[in-house]
């Protein structure tokens, strides 16, 4: 999932990425339903850590779940998927020390 970039995109609405959020929040929903029901599933992962050049599209298309400024000597930023991502992970650290996970199967 990424966001296109245009001449009136500021940081703000790039870091702002709540539909990347949702896509992800539903998509690990139904992963944890199909772990319930028996699935062998080994890992997750989000493309792409960073946002990056792209063969056919170049920057004007941001993947990554951390912003990179390329005006401003490659300085990063979290965006609002990472931060959701992290959190979502320290409660699922926390919740399956417990046996209680969403995602948890045994």
Not at 97 to 105: E, K, M, Q, R, V
């Amino acid at each position: 999932m990424g966001y296109l970039v245009n001449s009136s995109s500021t940081m703000s609405d790039l870091i702002n990425d709540n539909l990347r959020i949702k896509y992800h929040s539903v998509h690990l929903s139904y992963l944890s339903k199909t772990i319930k029901e028996g699935v062998d599933v080994r890992g997750y992962f989000i493309w792409s850590f960073l946002d990056n050049f792209e063969w056919g599209e170049g920057y004007t298309i941001r993947y990554g779940i951390t912003y990179v400024d390329y005006v401003n000597g490659l300085q990063r930023y979290f965006k609002n998927s990472a931060l959701w991502f992290h959190n979502f992970l320290k409660k699922e650290n926390i919740a399956s020390a417990t046996n209680s996970s969403l995602l948890y199967y045994e």
